[in-house]
């Protein structure tokens, strides 16, 4: 079982930054891939970035690596998503997700594992 929390969600006008962070709370000795997707509504969920439990792999979607970066803080067991230059379009409930895996996963359909999600919301 692993538990998430999410935080670092809220309301930022277009331009700005925020950072997102994930909590991650697994079983000791096992290694985790943790993603972090979002959903707008009426889109399907999409997948933002993802990194490998040591936090040497990451991923980001290439539509997004000019303004987002993901990293991993492995003494807090905690993910970021810094995200920078936000756009309108961005404004969509963002969730961080783990599995159990020893690389990096980009598939959100094999994920097992699910934060609450937290809501980022773009002023024009």
């Known amino acids: 079982q692993v538990q998430l929390v999410e935080s670092g969600g809220g309301l930022v006008q277009t331009g700005g930054s925020l950072r997102l962070s994930c909590r991650a709370s697994?079983?000791?000795?096992?290694?985790?891939?943790i993603g972090w997707f979002r959903q707008a509504p009426g889109k399907e969920r999409e997948t933002i970035a993802t990194?490998?439990?040591?936090?040497?792999?990451?991923f980001v979607h290439y539509s997004k690596k000019d303004r987002f970066t993901i990293s991993k803080d492995n003494a807090k067991n905690t993910v970021y998503l810094q995200m920078r230059r936000l756009e309108p379009e961005d404004t969509a409930v963002y969730y961080c997700?783990?599995?159990?895996?020893?690389?990096?996963?980009?598939?959100?359909?094999?994920?097992?594992?699910w934060g609450q999600g937290t809501q980022v919301t773009v002023s024009s």
């Open positions: 997700a783990a599995m159990e895996a020893s690389g990096l996963v980009t598939d959100g359909r094999r994920y097992d594992y």
């Open positions: 697994g079983r000791p000795g096992r290694s985790y891939a």
């Open positions: 990194i490998d439990w040591s936090g040497d792999q990451t």
